[in-house]
């Protein structure tokens, strides 16, 4: 195997270097073997905002909610989500819907 670090993007064993950087040949994704502030834990919205504590977001698509006549429509702004770890990452309230768990993948930062 190789003697660099896997892609942080996919995964992959076939990163090799270019400059100071790193390449993953599978999907093209570049980074510093040196930079510390890539962190695992870091979670994005759909445009790649990092996401805290407090924020408040907008969902870019319709999501249907189980149990739910209607689906929660795409521009609804959520205020003051909390993070945590899982497939679904964003705790919040939404107005009309109580309580709900969001992927991070489906807003953005308002």
Same mark, same amino acid.
């Given at each position: 195997?190789?003697?660099?670090?896997?892609?942080?993007?996919?995964?992959?064993?076939?990163?090799?270097?270019m400059d100071a950087l790193l390449v993953c040949p599978e999907c093209g994704y570049e980074?510093?073997?040196?930079?510390?502030?890539?962190?695992?834990?870091?979670?994005? =919205?759909? *445009?790649?905002?990092?996401?805290? &504590? !407090?924020?408040?977001?907008?969902?870019? #698509?319709?999501?249907? @909610? /189980?149990?739910?006549?209607?689906?929660?429509?795409?521009?609804?702004?959520?205020?003051?989500?909390?993070?945590?770890?899982? =497939?679904? *990452?964003?705790?919040?309230?939404? &107005? !009309?819907?109580?309580?709900?768990?969001? #992927?991070?993948?489906? @807003? /953005?930062?308002?």
């Open positions: 195997m190789s003697e660099f670090p896997p892609c942080p993007n996919c995964q992959s064993n076939y990163a090799y270097p980074w510093n073997p040196e930079d510390e502030t890539a962190d695992e834990n870091v979670i994005k =919205d759909a *445009n790649g905002n990092v996401l805290q &504590d !407090g924020d408040s977001v907008v969902v870019v #698509k319709d999501l249907p @909610v /189980k149990g739910m006549p209607k689906p929660v429509k795409a521009g609804t702004k959520v205020k003051n989500i909390r993070l945590k770890d899982g =497939d679904h *990452n964003i705790d919040c309230k939404i &107005d !009309g819907f109580g309580a709900m768990a969001l #992927k991070s993948e489906f @807003v /953005k930062k308002a």
